[in-house]
């Protein structure tokens, strides 16, 4: 199907999935971003992507989000199988995408920001009616819990937790089913890292689909309810909240037998030692031993 208009349906409960991916794949030439990677949105719940940098989340977001098209595997919105040409044409069906740049423009206000590209007209002459805009933007804002008293301020001036939520909300508001959040706290302090999750558990509650992209799994670990960890392209862990502990989370984040393997390794490494600059200049820092190579077996 390569249309990007999705019939919708309504879901018949909680559990069945807005948007599925099935086995989605993504290669370009003979490198395989993405392989095998199954995943179930729901509506009401935190879907958390954990990885690190080259693991996948970026190719993920950018098929979900319709800047590229898979190679591999089907992606389902309602049951209706799917391909997004365009960003534009994911929005229309219900998926919106923050980034990590918000996409505002620093030196607008902040209710131009929120109706860029949207913006509501009146009168024969089209012009712009602003009062109208500033009122949705007012109301929208104060749903998400943030109060901005000068709707024409810079968003430049906002924090970054303040500018999070304006474009949640602005996601929210014009028509998001699935919103995609692409490392919303990965640039933010611990303050606005807490304000951001509050919102995102705002959107939550909103009956959205989040999709949470991050490689912090504190923060996923706070507000997620199933929990997808990639690694080189391919998914090494599908868990619900109930199946693991942030602690488990945290391991399989961190690499789990890599982690363990690096342990071992520095077993023998005094923590607490101190080398001063003389003790370095006199030589009396011993190198590091040669490991042992293994004598062949006879």
Known sequence: ?????????????????ILTLDDVGKSYGNVHALRGVSLNVRQGEVTC??????????????IISGLHEHTDGTMTLDGVECRFPSPR?????????????????????????????????????????IARMKRICDE???????????????VGGLSGGQRQCIAIARAIYFGARVIILDEPTAALGVKQSGVVLRYIV??????????????NPHHAHLVGNHFVILKLGRVVL???RDELTLEQLTTEMAGGQELAELSHELRGV???????????????????ARPQEEEPSA
């Open 238 to 240: 599908d868990a619900h």
């Open 140 to 154: 929208e804002l104060a749903k998400m819990g943030i109060i901005i008293p000068d709707l024409d301020r810079p």
């Open 1 to 17: 199907m390569t249309s990007a208009t999705v019939e919708r349906h309504d879901s018949a409960h909680s559990d069945t999935p």
């Open 270 to 288: 005094d923590p607490g030692k101190v080398v001063t600059p003389a003790e370095v200049e006199h030589g009396q820092v011993e190198a590091p």
């Open 49 to 62: 992507v954990l990885g690190d940098n080259g693991a996948g989340k970026s190719t993920l977001i950018k």
């Open 202 to 215: 705002k959107a939550r509650d909103a009956g959205l689909g989040v999709i949470f992209i991050t490689h």
């Open 89 to 129: 044409a994911a929005q229309a069906s219900g998926i919106a995408t923050v980034y990590q740049d918000l996409a505002l423009a620093p030196l607008m206000s902040v209710w131009r920001n929120f109706f860029l590209g949207n913006e509501i007209h009146k009168g024969l002459f089209r012009t712009l009616d």
